[in-house]
């Protein structure tokens, strides 16, 4: 039991007292009840504290969560996706900004993509074949027309030698490398000819091939040409014919009309050069024509040469010399064109000099085997040195004409020259005399 006593005041005066007394037990009880009602009342306000905890964080990420999964959506190209936030907060800004980037990627993306069609629909439509290539010579890009050309669909990511199997194509791409410029070769895929041309793009160094098909023109090329040999073949004869009956007149007319005759018979002669320079420079054009290689003596080739221009530089006072350097003996070509050539060029020198000498040298120079041609006279103006190798590029036409030229004898010589691989240039300067360099790679 639990006994509680309290005194009853009056004043100081105690007056009596009240006591109350109660069981331990129904003390116990009370406090349990109230234990197990505050407990309740904690485990109630945490609950409440849990929930709360939980809605407000929910509140908080869910915005986070879902420009999260719109930033993916986006990134995997879906640029319809919006971020949709009820709350109006920072994120709720946050998220605006959000839908006007994707708003703005989206119309560029399209923009890029519109482009991009326009180009492939440019490039499918191109009637060349065009065609992109790697740094490891895989294609990367290529055209319709390129496809047809080579009779091969879905090219992308094979080697381009795979389709088109031409040295020249292979060694335009090698040299493409090396340079910046634009080159170009002429090449021949099955039946067709094409003119390649080749461009690097700088920034990618990926090379660019346009295959111009030039067909046409080489059929038309052929047929001038074969115009021309038959038009020649046709005129030589009736003009050998005339040559021949003024020979014969010439004796017998009187000396008044000597002069008249000179002046046929110089112009049938001129006629029958350019009819015989023609017939040589169309023959020397046929993609077709074969030189006749052989290793012959350069020393018996000078002392041949030198035989024929003995009248024509002793006429003219002129000295004609023939050099030979660095103990060359042999030379490897067509030694009936390579005469072809040095008549030529020492016919032009004895032509266009009329005081001085004649230099003809034969040497080695690096790799190359060295022919130089050089005089002492009128030499030829900077502005033409390029052109002189033209057919019929005269530098001065009445002065030509007047020392009876064709125009065609360099146009002959480059071809030669080419034929055999070499290179040929002129250097001159203006009466002091023309020296034409020759280079041919050595085999
Ligand atoms: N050795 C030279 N000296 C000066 N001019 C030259 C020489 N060789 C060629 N030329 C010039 O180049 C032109 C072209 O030469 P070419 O093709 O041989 O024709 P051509 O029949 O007139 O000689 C000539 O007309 C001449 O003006
Ligand atoms: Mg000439």
Known sequence: ?????????????????????????????????????????????MIIALLFAFFFSRNLTRPIKQLVEVSRAVAHGDF????????????????????????EIKSLFTQVNNQKLELNNIIASIQEGLVVLDQLGKIVLCNQSFEKMTDVESLTGKFYWETVRDTKVATLVKKMGNSSTNLTSEIQIKDEYYLCSANQIN???????????????????NI??????????????????????????EDDID?????????IKNHTNRLISIVQDLMTVSQLEDNHIKLNLTEFNIEKLFHDLNITFEQ??????????????????????????????????????????????????AG?????????????????????????????????????????????GLSIVKHIVLLHNGKICVKSVLNSGSTFIILFPII
């Not at 050089?374 to 530098?395: A, C, L, Q």
Request: without cysteine; hydrophobic residues 40%; aromatic residues 8%.
């Open 1 to 45: 039991m639990l006994y509680v006593a309290l005194p009853i005041k009056d004043g100081d005066k105690i007056i009596g007292v009240s006591r109350i007394s109660m069981f331990i037990t129904d003390i116990d009880n009370l406090i349990n009840s109230l234990r197990d009602k505050i407990l309740v009342v904690i485990l109630i306000v």
């Open 203 to 221: 920034s990618k160094k990926e090379i660019v091939l346009i295959f111009y098909n030039i067909s046409d023109l080489k059929k038309l090329e």
């Open 80 to 103: 319809d996706q919006k971020v949709v936030l009820k709350n109006n907060d920072e994120l709720k800004l946050l998220g605006g900004s959000f839908n006007n980037m994707i708003n």
């Open 255 to 263: 000396k008044k009309n000597l002069k008249y005759i000179e002046i």
């Open 364 to 408: 080695v120079e690096g790799s190359f085997i060295k022919f130089e041609v050089s005089d002492t006279r009128i030499g030829i103006p900077d502005k033409d040195k390029e052109r002189i190798f033209e057919r019929f590029y005269t530098v001065d036409k009445s002065r030509s004409r007047q020392i009876a030229g064709t125009g065609l």
């Open 224 to 249: 001038k040409r074969d115009f021309v040999v038959n038009v020649s073949h046709e005129l030589r004869t009736p003009l050998t014919v005339i040559k021949g009956y003024i020979e014969t007149i």
């Open 312 to 361: 024509k530089v002793k006429s003219k006072n002129l000295n004609l010399v023939f050099i030979i350097n660095d103990n060359i003996q042999i030379f490897q070509g067509d030694e009936f064109k390579i005469e072809q050539m040095f008549i030529n060029l020492i016919e032009n020198a004895i032509r266009y000099t009329e005081k001085g000498e004649i230099i003809v040298r």
